[in-house]
């Protein structure tokens, strides 16, 4: 699923903040601005309250109860489809995998989105539009289309297999999405395809905010390249690589389409993720709402103490 | 069916994923308010002569509708159908919304249900039927194989549509090249099959048949013939302990590890090797029909016959089924119009099915279908025979089984164990595993 772009300085700088020092306005005039901003406000965040928290506190409802279908009853005890949970071999299972997604493909995926807009960055590249826009357009494309096209070409019979074979790597097939590390690894090579161009966008925008004086200036003092890039230009691009990690974070654990669409969850649902078994829960078997409410709360809070424990280790600013 | 089925998914997929990207786009805006004309409209105005319905194949279930439309005016002239198409991949999410909601009056008056999800949904959601047991329809003019799938606790739910009844189907020409005809696959046990698979394998270098990994369809068929499921009769989950499922995946594992079962990753692979003549024969449900004859090339090589019995199991039989559909008379219906209809088209039409049939492949689940000249005709694609009247008696001998309200989660557990077995992992641990994954989802 695509991550909301957060934008956390956006929501501080309400007019309400502006009239800065003076708790009670200076004049009817700037009550009344004050007012009008806080108008314009609540549209929006009337909207989010209720199409978004409402639900989520529903949700939350849900998760403590239990039954089939639309027979739901208070779970016995409350936390019935928490404890349930530490029993089942399957969600134990798409976390791990999932896991396993987050730990191999986000840092491949982040390192070379930092390389990649470097070298976009250079103002010497020549056709530099053109490898912009390659480089972007598989985040411009469909999940359930590339999944499908992944899952076409690494097909037994597909282009991968005949062109490892023609090269001479291979004499038979490899059956790629019919062994559980093989598809594991189709599955990441997809994600790093798909994502890896939508964070270079971001590093690009960092990179274009640096001053190009601390770069000229750190040249002056005789760095080369490679110590302009740790010591002047990675500090500075700090705050955004904070935030793709967390949106890739983020993104990784609530992954579903390339489970669902590429591998069907396969192997004996060694590639199948959190969101796709709690689809299954929900949707695809007999629908048990409550264990479904209960599996998407643990995968929020996953998401929260990983983001919480980014932020600490990695926003120093004060 | 399940062809479509599964091709649909893909594009149930596309839609969910351009649902929840536009977030909270416009479902009710514009699919509600068609089903609140369709559903509750009906229900307002109900005496009057229309009848709303929801199915998903405008080739096949949809025309097979269309067609009962005007069989049904022959004697109610004012009578019309409201058909809106709905994929089985909307259609189980709508049903499953609208009950949760409590909605009831956005229900069509008949809704087409798959029957391996009639249990779960007529368990989980009786709310959403409307039982039709003494409603003049005579079910027992269908195979109770058939019937059973709608069945709860002794009342009828559901009219049969179409058959899943399965057969073997083979390649007359590459069985040729091994010196072997259709009779010598008719009637056989699976030892028979394995044995002289060998032999096309060794003549030919193909296999027999293909089918999915991790799907275990080839292995229920073989419950089934022998009238057994994943449940018992009260419907407690029986994957371990159960001497037909074992001898099936025995007889599974050999056809795989002599490759004389080629296993594919997907349906489109699966239909690949049928069409592209990389196996001499598949065995599945008729539907199964339509996807060969999209093979022209093939036309004429084909035959078709009853399934191998699996030895050694008490009741095993020559016949099974997989996949199929029935029409169900929702809660929100007319149901007095909504079953005459039903009782004097799909069950009581023999002109129904004898157009239906040569037009859309429909195969009657209806005896007295069967009995049709229409059924009789000989059939070019499988080298004249008539195998409709040969399916339509196949129909006739199918056991009946207890698919159950888990019939999926069993289906998918048996599916894990059997990749697991295949990995190499000892078939009682695989089983025992899958016998807790169910009894777990079943707690």
């Known amino acids: 699923m695509m991550t909301p772009v957060v934008r956390p300085d956006r929501a501080t700088t309400t007019p309400a903040k502006r009239t800065k020092g003076s708790p009670r306005y200076s004049s009817p005039a700037a009550r009344r601005r004050s007012l009008t901003g806080w108008a314009f406000l609540i549209p929006a965040a009337a909207l989010i309250g209720l199409m978004m928290f409402w639900p989520m506190f529903q949700a939350l409802i849900l998760s403590f109860q239990t039954g089939r279908g639309s027979n739901l009853d208070w779970a016995d005890p409350l936390t019935f489809n928490y404890d349930r949970m530490l029993d089942d071999d399957i969600f134990r299972l798409t976390l791990t995998t999932t896991l396993l997604y987050l730990v191999i493909q986000v840092p491949i995926m982040l390192v070379t989105a930092l390389v990649l807009a470097n070298i976009l960055n250079n103002p010497r590249l020549k056709w530099k539009g053109f490898w912009r826009t390659a480089i972007f357009v598989p985040a411009a494309i469909s999940l359930v289309s590339y999944s499908l096209v992944f899952r076409t070409i690494f097909a037994t019979d597909g282009l991968v297999n005949d062109a490892l074979i023609w090269v001479g790597f291979i004499d038979n097939p490899i059956n790629w999405l019919g062994e559980t ?82 591998t069907r969850g396969g192997p004996a649902n060694t590639t199948m993720t959190m969101s796709h078994y709690l689809f299954d829960v929900s949707f695809q078997n007999n629908p048990n709402f409550g264990y479904g409410a209960a599996l998407s709360y643990v995968i929020l809070i996953i998401v929260a103490v990983l983001a919480a424990i980014q932020m600490k280790v990695g926003d120093k600013r004060d | 069916m399940m062809t479509k089925f599964r091709k649909g998914l893909t594009f149930a997929a596309a839609a969910t994923l351009a649902f929840s990207l536009t977030a909270c786009s416009s479902d009710d805006g514009t699919e509600g308010a068609e089903g609140t004309d369709g559903g509750s409209g009906e229900a307002a105005a109900a005496g009057d002569n229309s009848l709303t319905v929801w199915a998903w194949d405008p080739a096949f279930n949809i025309f097979a509708m269309e067609e009962a439309e005007k069989v049904y005016q022959e004697e109610h002239p004012d009578f019309t159908l409201d058909i809106q198409e709905v994929t089985w991949e909307d259609l189980q999410p709508r049903l499953t919304t609208l009950a949760q909601s409590q909605e009831f009056g956005e229900l069509p008056d008949i809704f087409l249900m798959q029957n391996n999800a009639f249990q779960k949904n007529a368990l989980n959601y009786p709310d959403l039927f409307t039982p039709i047991t003494d409603s003049g329809i005579a079910f027992d003019e269908f195979p109770e194989g058939v019937t059973a799938y709608s069945v709860i606790d002794g009342e009828n739910y559901g009219v049969p549509f179409d058959a899943g009844t399965a057969i073997s189907a083979l390649r007359t020409d590459i069985l040729e090249e091994a010196g072997l005809t259709v009779d010598d696959f008719t009637d056989i046990t699976w030892d028979e099959y394995i044995a002289l698979g060998e032999q096309v394998l060794e003549a030919t270098g193909k296999p027999m048949l293909s089918g999915i990994a991790g799907e275990p369809d080839t292995i229920l068929m073989m419950l089934q013939s022998a009238g057994q499921s994943l449940f018992d009769a009260e419907g407690n989950p029986t994957i371990t302990d159960n001497e037909a499922l074992s001898s099936a995946i025995d007889i599974y594992s050999q056809m795989v590890e002599k490759g004389i079962y080629l296993e594919v990753n997907s349906w489109d692979e699966y239909i690949g090797s049928l069409v592209n003549g990389n196996v001499a024969g598949t065995i599945n449900g008729i539907w199964i029909s339509g996807s060969l004859q999209t093979a022209e090339d093939q036309a004429g090589n084909w035959g078709v016959t009853n399934l191998p019995i699996v030895d050694g199991v008490d009741g095993a039989t020559h016949y099974s089924a997989n996949g199929g559909s029935s029409w169900a008379v929702s809660s929100n219906a007319n149901v007095e119009l909504a079953t005459d209809f039903l009782a004097s088209t799909f069950a009581g039409s023999t002109e129904l099915y004898d157009t239906i049939l040569p037009s859309a492949g429909a195969v009657a689940n209806w005896l007295p279908a069967g009995d049709s000249d229409v059924y009789s005709e000989p059939q070019e694609f499988y080298g004249g025979q008539p195998i409709y009247a040969d399916v339509i008696s196949f129909g006739a001998e199918v056991p009946a089984n207890n698919t159950g309200a888990y019939y999926y989660e069993a289906r998918d557990a048996v599916g894990v164990a059997i990749t697991q077995i295949m990995g190499g992992t000892a078939p009682a641990d695989a089983l025992g595993e899958a016998q807790s994954t169910v009894e777990f989802a079943m707690n």
């Open chain 1, 181 to 262: 590390n093989t598809a594991r690894l189709v599955i990441i090579l997809g994600l790093l395809w798909r994502w890896t161009g939508f964070n270079v966008i971001f590093y690009l925008a960092a990179l274009q905010n640096i001053d190009p004086t601390t770069l000229e200036a750190a040249k002056m003092d005789g760095a080369g390249p490679i110590r302009t890039f740790f010591s002047v230009t990675i500090p500075q691009m700090k705050p955004m690589i904070l935030l793709t990690v967390i949106m890739s974070t983020n993104g990784t654990i609530q992954m579903f389409d390339e489970s669902y669409n590429l």
